[in-house]
């Protein structure tokens, strides 16, 4: 069985940092493209960061120059670093990975179990 198991998060002050982490354990064959993704209280679930096997990245217009998605492929880990956090950046942060654990089932999504991110004073 395949799971992601995220860490971080908590409570920050607006302009401060935070650093999400998700680990993929199991069997594992290839991690085509690690996600983060959030959603805030009466809002749809929303991509933050991709970042694709050879490290292409995209980001959300709004996180752009404050937030870095990047993975160890040696520990099966995404990570998104958050500076400069803003209240609107809070939310239930989701890791997202495309991958293939069997020769003979297709590849899918897994989600991580999610964090909550709070930035307030």
């Known amino acids: 069985q395949v799971q992601l198991v995220q860490s971080g998060g908590g409570l920050v002050q607006p302009g401060g940092s935070l650093r999400l982490s998700c680990a993929a354990s199991g069997k594992l064959l290839t991690i085509y493209t690690m996600s983060w993704y959030r959603q805030a209280p009466g809002n749809q679930r929303e991509l933050v960061a991709a970042?694709?096997?050879?490290?292409?990245?995209n980001y959300q217009d709004s996180v752009k120059g404050r937030f870095t998605i990047s993975k160890e492929d040696v520990k099966n880990t995404v990570y998104l670093q958050m500076n400069s956090l803003k209240p609107e950046d809070t939310a239930v942060y989701y890791c997202?990975?495309?991958?293939?654990?069997?020769?003979?089932?297709?590849?899918?999504?897994?989600w991580g179990q999610g964090t909550q991110v709070t930035v307030s004073s």
């Open positions: 970042i694709t096997s050879n490290s292409n990245t």
């Open positions: 997202k990975m495309f991958l293939s654990h069997s020769y003979t089932a297709p590849s899918g999504d897994y």
